[in-house]
């Protein structure tokens, strides 16, 4: 956490440092490689790409040549229900996935403070980090990020890349923190990622910040009731798939967000 505490989250900035994106000198070499795609003319985008296949970047890199990015809807979210938020785009990294990343993991945080502490400092470019979505204790959940780009928040540049931060109101040392309303929208939040990307609902997919190879940090902490939570996500997602069945099948269930 940058300005909370040891054990605080608020995002971990793994694209940022030693194993980041474009701030070390590693980065550096990527960043560049990235302005001549754009900037360049003919000879310099070929330089360009000759250069990130010799690096095996190519299939990460290829769809920010023109006319391959994916057309977005500003203000657009990947969550029915969700209240977008945008976080500063220096605390995530425009990506095209599952098509250049695959998605197969969802990363628990807890924010160590208030719903309106995780939107401000995500927005603030200063922070360097970000989670796609930050879950109020009444359930309510904001997106700050699209699940299509990569944010800043696992502390590790290969988990930011394959997966979707949830970040959630509150303090790693008070149970009274996770509400019956949080573990029911952060379930049903999560069951709709694994469905949407095809992943099973199980603690190798859904893990805790703490469990990240590499970070520092402790949460969501001694109190997330882990059994609880996977057993909520895995009713929530078969929910969702029996509502498929129906639908392919012509008949009708009950929508779930």
Same mark, same amino acid.
């Given at each position: 956490?940058?300005?909370?505490?040891?054990?605080? %989250?608020?995002?971990?900035?793994?694209?940022?440092?030693?194993?980041?994106? $474009?701030?070390?000198?590693?980065?550096?070499?990527?960043?560049?490689?990235?302005?001549?795609?754009?900037?360049?003319?003919?000879?310099?985008?070929?330089?360009?790409?000759?250069?990130?296949?010799?690096?095996?970047?190519?299939? =990460? @890199?290829? @769809?920010?040549?023109?006319?391959? &990015?994916?057309?977005?809807?500003?203000?657009?979210?990947?969550?029915?229900?969700?209240?977008?938020?945008?976080?500063?785009?220096?605390?995530?990294?425009?990506?095209?996935?599952?098509?250049?990343?695959?998605? &197969?993991?969802?990363?628990?945080?807890?924010?160590?403070?208030?719903?309106?502490?995780?939107?401000?400092?995500?927005?603030?470019?200063?922070?360097?980090?970000?989670?796609?979505?930050? /879950?109020?204790?009444?359930?309510?959940?904001?997106?700050?990020?699209?699940?299509?780009?990569?944010?800043? *928040?696992?502390?590790?540049?290969?988990?930011?890349?394959?997966?979707? $931060? /949830?970040?959630?109101?509150?303090?790693?040392?008070?149970?009274?923190?996770?509400? %019956?309303?949080?573990?029911?929208?952060?379930?049903?939040?999560?069951?709709?990622?694994? *469905?949407?990307?095809?992943?099973?609902? &199980?603690?190798?997919?859904?893990?805790?910040?703490?469990?990240?190879?590499?970070?520092?940090?402790? %949460?969501?902490?001694? =109190? @997330?009731? @882990?059994?609880?939570? /996977? $057993?909520?996500?895995?009713?929530?997602?078969?929910?969702?798939?029996?509502?498929?069945?129906?639908?392919?099948?012509? $008949?009708?269930?009950?929508?779930?967000?």
């Amino acid at each position: 956490m940058r300005g909370v505490g040891n054990n605080g %989250d608020i995002g971990g900035s793994g694209d940022a440092g030693s194993s980041g994106d $474009g701030k070390d000198s590693g980065g550096s070499a990527r960043v560049s490689r990235r302005r001549v795609l754009w900037v360049g003319g003919v000879g310099a985008v070929t330089a360009g790409v000759a250069a990130l296949g010799a690096t095996g970047e190519l299939s =990460h @890199w290829w @769809w920010r040549l023109p006319g391959n &990015d994916r057309p977005r809807k500003p203000g657009a979210v990947d969550y029915r229900g969700a209240q977008w938020v945008a976080a500063s785009p220096e605390n995530y990294r425009r990506a095209d996935r599952p098509a250049d990343y695959e998605i &197969d993991r969802v990363v628990v945080h807890v924010v160590q403070g208030s719903f309106a502490t995780a939107l401000r400092v995500f927005q603030d470019p200063g922070h360097e980090a970000a989670a796609h979505y930050v /879950i109020r204790k009444d359930g309510q959940v904001a997106q700050l990020v699209r699940e299509l780009d990569v944010a800043f *928040h696992a502390g590790n540049r290969g988990y930011n890349e394959r997966s979707v $931060g /949830i970040e959630h109101e509150g303090f790693v040392d008070r149970p009274e923190s996770f509400t %019956d309303a949080m573990y029911a929208s952060s379930a049903r939040l999560t069951a709709r990622i694994c *469905h949407r990307y095809g992943f099973p609902a &199980d603690r190798e997919h859904i893990v805790g910040h703490v469990e990240v190879p590499g970070t520092d940090h402790t %949460d969501p902490g001694p =109190h @997330w009731d @882990w059994d609880r939570y /996977i $057993g909520l996500v895995r009713a929530a997602l078969a929910r969702l798939v029996a509502d498929e069945q129906a639908r392919r099948g012509g $008949g009708r269930s009950a929508g779930t967000r």
